[in-house]
């Protein structure tokens, strides 16, 4: 029933800039508020890997290769987590996704969206 569904990316040069969005449908209204929802990518022949956090505290957490470039953020009014992305790179090409979930002492929730190309390229 849950679903995220991701949009913004595409194909950029060197340099210039993207804003992902992640949209959480089929959720009761409220409890988006309570998950840690992040972005990870993974590149042709690559590993899944993380990009960035943001938890229900609004505590972030960034890839190294990332940092200071990537902002992610969240409008829980929305069901909704960005990802702003600057400066971009070709080693940022990618297909991204984005992830929900809830942890507790038990139950987890794990929730992942499609996925969206961001291509960076001249």
């Known amino acids: 029933q849950v679903q995220l569904v991701e949009s913004g990316g595409g194909l950029v040069q060197p340099g210039g800039s993207l804003r992902l969005s992640c949209a959480a449908s089929?959720?009761?209204?409220?409890?988006?508020?309570?998950?840690?929802t992040g972005w990870y990518r993974q590149a042709p022949g690559k590993q899944r890997e993380l990009v960035a956090v943001v938890t229900s505290g609004r505590s972030t957490n960034y890839a190294d290769a990332v940092k200071g470039r990537f902002t992610i953020s969240r409008d829980n009014a929305k069901n909704t987590v960005y990802l702003q992305m600057n400066g971009l790179k070709p080693e940022d090409t990618a297909v991204y996704y984005c992830n929900m979930n809830l942890r507790g002492d038990s139950v987890v929730r794990d929730y992942w969206g499609q996925g969206t190309q961001v291509t960076v390229s001249s």
């Open positions: 089929g959720i009761i209204f409220g409890i988006f508020s309570l998950y840690t």
